[in-house]
Nanobody, 127 residues
Framework: QVQLVESGGGLVQAGGSLRLSCADS????????MAWFRQAPGKERDFVAA????????YYADSVTGRFTISRDNAENTVALQMNSLKPEDTAVYYC????????????????????WGQGTQVTVSS
């Protein structure tokens, strides 16, 4: 049974940094991509960053480009999100996701491409 578990969320002041990690345990599928999404209260789940397993292609949302970095550790089956220069508008629940389906690379910026989701971790940025 696939289980994604996020960690690393918390409360930080604007301008600070946090590092989120996602551990993928009990894997029984081929991974095509992993990603981070976020959802603020009353809003839709938004794409943050994705990494494609086959070619290490990376995508970022415009709002986080230059501030966030997604990375993976094949040996540990983990994916991380380093978040720097955090802003109050980054406040949200952050979700890790994994896709077991092939698609053109850019499709992995859409939540419907993902088959497995973590439970989410809260990130709160105070002004």
């Amino acid at each position: 049974q696939v289980q994604l578990v996020e960690s690393g969320g918390g409360l930080v002041q604007a301008g600070g940094s946090l590092r989120l990690s996602c551990a993928d345990s009990g894997r029984s599928f081929n991974t095509y991509a992993m990603a981070w999404f976020r959802q603020a209260p009353g809003k839709e789940r938004d794409f943050v960053a994705a990494i494609i397993w086959s070619n290490d292609r990376i995508y970022y949302a415009d709002s986080v480009t230059g501030r966030f970095t997604i990375s993976r550790d094949n040996a540990e089956n983990t994916v991380a999100l380093q978040m720097n220069s955090l802003k109050p508008e980054d406040t949200a629940v952050y979700y890790c996701a994994a896709s077991a389906r092939y698609a053109p690379n850019y499709y992995y910026t859409y939540p419907r491409m993902y088959d497995y989701w973590g439970q989410g971790t809260q990130v709160t940025v105070s002004s």
